[in-house]
């Protein structure tokens, strides 16, 4: 199995609702990821984990909380979004020393 | 911090052409540099990598030199096809496993 596996695709909020953001992969590596693209931008890095720990946070505001219950799983909790926030937030993995991350399909945030 | 430079910003190429994307960076500790193909609407993809023991790497239509002192590294398409239409990352990783990517390049080939 290759693939880094996102629910859902596509997501519609308002400001004040909370939900969550899903990413399993089972290709037994230990660094997880999660970006946000905006539309003709790059990726921009928000938070790293390695070996299930929180080891990078960009400065993102408190209004996204990442979760890692388990080394395949990789969640995003999102409360009281802006509409700037909405973007493509795509979760990726890599196997910590290598290097190569592998991205998954992406959810599709719109905040109305 | 790692920060990556792009550069063309947009490529216009006639089919079977070649297309070359350059990138350079800051961190001299940075070992691995990935290049990704992103489809609209779709998730980046990686499509070769080079590691820093070695000076150029190909993959049939793809190839990519990487030169540690000068600090860049480029990505040649040759014998470009319409499905090569696409914007590309070129990215390299800062400690704790940071990757930074370049700005991208839009590549438009044209039939």
């Known amino acids: 199995d290759t693939e880094v596996t996102q629910t859902p695709k596509h997501l519609v909020m308002g400001m004040t609702n909370k939900k969550s953001l899903k990413c399993e992969q089972h290709?037994?590596?230990?660094?997880m990821y999660w970006y946000k693209q905006k539309a003709k931008k790059p990726p921009e890095l928000m938070f790293v984990?390695?070996?299930?720990?929180?080891?990078i946070n960009e400065s993102v505001p408190s209004r996204f909380s990442p979760e890692c219950p388990n080394s395949s799983l990789l969640n995003l909790h999102l409360h009281a979004l802006q509409p700037e926030d909405s973007a493509l937030y795509l979760c990726?993995?890599?196997?910590?020393?290598?290097?190569?991350?592998?991205f998954g399909q992406g959810t599709r945030l719109t905040v109305v | 911090g790692e920060n990556v430079e792009q550069h063309p910003s947009t490529l216009s190429v006639q089919e079977g052409d070649s297309a070359v994307i350059k990138c350079t960076y800051s961190?001299?500790?940075?070992?691995?540099f990935p290049w990704y193909k992103q489809e609209l609407g779709k998730r980046p993809q990686l499509i070769i990598d080079?590691?820093?023991?070695?000076g150029e790497k190909k993959d049939q239509r793809i190839a990519v030199t990487l030169n540690k002192t000068a600090k860049h590294f480029s990505l040649h398409i040759t014998e470009t096809q319409p499905e090569d239409s696409a914007v590309y990352f070129c990215?390299?990783?800062?400690?704790?496993?940071?990757?930074?990517f370049g700005g991208g390049t839009r590549v438009l080939v044209k039939p």
């Open positions: 961190d001299s500790a940075s070992n691995y």
């Open positions: 990215a390299a990783p800062a400690a704790g496993n940071k990757l930074t």
């Open positions: 990726a993995s890599s196997l910590l020393r290598e290097g190569t991350a592998f």
């Open positions: 984990y390695s070996y299930e720990k929180l080891s």
């Open positions: 290709m037994g590596h230990r660094a």
């Open positions: 080079i590691r820093s023991n070695v």
